[in-house]
Every structure is written in structure tokens, then in C-alpha cells.
């Protein structure tokens, strides 16, 4: 008996939220509930009702980054889209992963030429993504960068 009221509640607030999302269904097994649902379960539908509005991340996707952001001999990270901009010279910018190659922590800062691991020590050349101390043994994966007018796109 618990099980069919908890299957029916189930029913119920799926097919409340999927009405609130405007989607129409039709209107099947209305007064099935006789205690002995064959099915027992909702089907799913393969989607989530909270993948709506979330932006896409994991790809890359640094885009509308203005260049006067990024300081001279330095750079600037950008953790939602896990990359890191620098420009080691007026007008060069390069772009790398902000994860550090050592154990994966986030880099979380740019200071003295290097682009730093807080988890253990691990520097990167902000030129070339190269490593320049702490544990890490490969440079950080760099990534292209497009200059448009005062814009950087990172792919
Ligand atoms: S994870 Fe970056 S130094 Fe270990």
C-alpha cells in the first residue's frame, strides 16, 4: 500500500512540474490506481527539469574577455571556464588550462612570471605554460586564443 501511494505521489508531482513547464501529455490511466499498477513506476522521460538555464561548461567557452582584463606580464584566471589568460608582452596573449597537471587542484593565482598551484607548489611560465617549480611534471595545455579588436575568445 505505501509503495503504490508513494508511486502515485511520484506521478502526481512529475506530471505537476511537467504541466508548470508547459508540456502537454496525454491524459492516460486516470483512475488506474486499483492497488495493483503492473508498472509501479514512473517512466523517465531521459531529461532533467534542472538542465534548464544552466550554461554549458567544460569546453572551453572563454569568449567576450575583454584585453585590457588581462595585466602586461601577467594574466588573470577564469575559474567558471577553468582557463587562465596572460600576456607575457604588451599585445601576446596566451591561454592555458587553469588546472594544474600535477593532481588536477585549480591554479588560483599569476604573479612574478609564473601561474601558481596552491595545492602544492607547482608553477607554470606564463609564456608558455612550461613548468617552472613545485611537483608538476607537464606544462599546463595551452589554448588558442583570438584577437578581436579589444576582445579575447578562448577555444
Ligand atoms: S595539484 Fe597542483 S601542485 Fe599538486
Not at 6 to 33: F, Q, W
Not at 62 to 74: H, Q
Not at 97 to 123: K, L, W, Y
Request: with cysteine; net charge positive.
Amino acid at each position: 500500500m505505501l509503495l503504490v501511494t508513494e508511486a502515485e505521489a511520484s506521478r502526481r508531482n512529475l506530471l505537476t512540474g511537467l504541466a508548470a513547464a508547459g508540456v502537454a501529455l496525454p491524459l492516460v490511466a486516470a483512475c488506474g490506481s486499483s492497488g495493483s499498477d503492473s508498472t509501479g513506476t514512473v517512466p523517465s522521460t531521459g531529461t532533467s527539469p534542472t538542465a534548464a538555464g544552466t550554461p554549458a561548461s567544460g569546453g572551453g567557452g572563454g569568449g567576450g574577455i575583454k584585453t585590457s582584463e588581462i595585466p602586461v606580464g601577467g594574466g588573470k584566471i577564469f575559474p567558471a571556464q577553468n582557463i587562465v589568460v596572460t600576456q607575457p608582452t604588451a599585445g601576446q596573449f596566451k591561454a592555458f588550462s587553469a588546472i594544474c597537471t600535477h593532481q588536477g587542484c585549480p591554479v588560483n593565482r599569476v604573479a612574478g612570471g609564473t601561474i601558481d598551484c596552491p595545492c602544492h607548489g607547482s608553477q607554470f611560465s606564463i609564456v608558455d605554460g612550461s613548468v617552472k617549480g613545485g611537483l608538476a611534471q607537464r606544462p599546463l595545455p595551452e589554448k588558442t586564443v583570438k584577437v578581436t579588436g579589444d576582445t579575447l575568445t578562448v577555444t
